[in-house]
């Protein structure tokens, strides 16, 4: 609501609110760690779990999990977005101390999730066996960006304000690049041969994956702020594209974009239920499922939210590519960053999210099917819009003139109804969650 809050302003030419740079970081916050957090925290632990054969022996470990990463997580946002509205210094005093305990409370909460999910791994000695080594630099990625970003979250209590802007704005990235990326790329490779029929995950992956988190960090080391004087021997930009060229190269291994661009092509030779060597033809039976999908559609079109995930991550990779490569040859580009983080986060990671929660998460609460198929496909058509809305506007100059100018004026209204529009999709996701749970 409050990045809705924000574009809303900015669109309809209103004013913006007092204390415009703590609504934008107490925004980001609540995005990353609240909404693709808490998501990532509650499918992992039921997720992995199983998947590694080691039950988690104290279930109320996972209460525990919950209490502190949500409390934290409201005490800190809470005592951010009101300070600056507080005169009374005894209150502010106040404030600011409770963010800092929220912080911290926040910090525990996720050091205790990470636990967890390392108890998983190191304990999953049959999963290593069957093909956990494919998809396991992936998982080292993301824990390696999760406790950067966690431990620089911490760390405000003890920077400025100056000082923790450049850093927060650095751990976004390494967030995005170390963690966001990798896990929603392991979750696709362990799970769409299932959804989708790809092609299970090849030993190249496994490599690949070594040297993305490499080079991914010898880029984010670079760039940090405390080095960034120090290590000017090369330009970080390149180690950016380096990284880039990667992700594309993994999407094109995996064959995620084949499937998505070529979907018959693309099709795994042979069906996820006949890899045991069962591969007699089923007869006599009434209902087939859908041509290339495990399911019988009783999930929605639930592939159009996940091809449309991937896309977006392509065109957040197209414009950092273009920007990275002008800034590399000295020349300039009119857009900044925030095209290409709201086709990452609001493009492919909330559009995956919002496909993979309504094919995932009724089978975690032993549904057969999604309650609301037509909700599915609201969700797809809401989402892209709102993705749409967000990120054409901060590409186009708003210098033009003539027919320019009123193509401009329309896509600044989309801006302002980008946030809401988003939040559409959301109800319906809630919704849909909801009366599946209850059905």
Request: charged fraction near 15%; include cysteine.
């Amino acid at each position: 609501m409050l990045g809705a809050h924000i574009a809303m302003q900015i669109g309809f030419n209103l004013s913006l609110p007092r204390a415009l740079d703590v609504w934008i970081q107490t925004h980001g916050h609540l995005q990353l760690a609240g909404w693709v957090g808490l998501f990532i925290i509650g499918v992992s632990l039921h997720f992995i779990p199983r998947m590694t054969s080691v039950p988690i022996e104290k279930r109320s470990t996972l209460k525990i999990i919950l209490f502190l990463t949500v409390s934290g997580i409201l005490i800190r946002a809470n005592s951010e977005f009101w300070a600056p509205y507080v005169e009374n210094e005894k209150i502010l005093k106040f404030f600011t101390l409770s963010s800092k305990i929220g912080n911290v409370i926040e910090f525990l909460g996720t050091l205790l999730y990470l636990a967890l999910l390392l108890k998983s791994f190191l304990k999953a000695t049959e999963f290593k066996r069957k093909g956990f080594n494919l998809v396991k630099p992936y998982f080292i990625s993301f824990i390696i960006g999760w406790l950067i970003y966690w431990l620089v979250q911490l760390f405000e209590i003890f920077l400025d304000r100056y000082d923790w802007l450049a850093w927060n704005k650095w751990s976004i990235d390494v967030f995005m690049r170390l963690s966001l990326f990798s896990i929603s790329f392991a979750f696709s490779i362990l799970n769409f041969p299932l959804y989708i029929h790809l092609a299970p995950p090849r030993k190249i992956l496994k490599h690949l994956g070594y040297v993305y988190i490499l080079i991914t960090l010898i880029y984010e080391i670079s760039s940090a702020p405390i080095y960034y004087e120090a290590l000017q021997i090369f330009d970080s930009n390149l180690f950016a594209i380096l990284s880039d060229v990667l992700i594309l190269s993994l999407l094109f291994v995996s064959g995620i974009i084949g499937r998505v661009f070529l979907p018959d092509l693309y099709l795994a030779k042979s069906p996820f239920w006949r890899r045991d060597g069962i591969n007699e033809v089923i007869t006599n039976i009434e209902k087939k499922p859908r041509k290339g999908y495990s399911d019988y559609g009783e999930f929605g079109k639930f592939e159009l939210l996940i091809y449309s995930a991937y896309i977006w991550l392509l065109i957040s990779l197209f414009l950092d590519l273009l920007a990275r490569c002008f800034t590399l040859f000295g020349l300039s580009i009119h857009y900044g960053d925030d095209p290409i983080r709201h086709s990452f986060l609001l493009g492919f990671i909330t559009l995956l999210i919002l496909g993979m929660a309504q094919r995932m998460l009724p089978g975690f609460m032993h549904k057969n099917k999604i309650a609301h198929k037509k909700f599915v496909f609201l969700t797809f058509l809401f989402g892209n819009i709102s993705v749409i809305s967000r990120v054409l506007p901060t590409l186009i100059p708003h210098y033009l003139s003539g027919f320019g100018y009123i193509v401009t004026k329309f896509l600044l209204i989309l801006f302002g109804l980008s946030g809401f529009i988003s939040i559409i999709s959301l109800i319906f996701l809630f919704l849909n969650l909801r009366s599946t749970f209850k059905g």
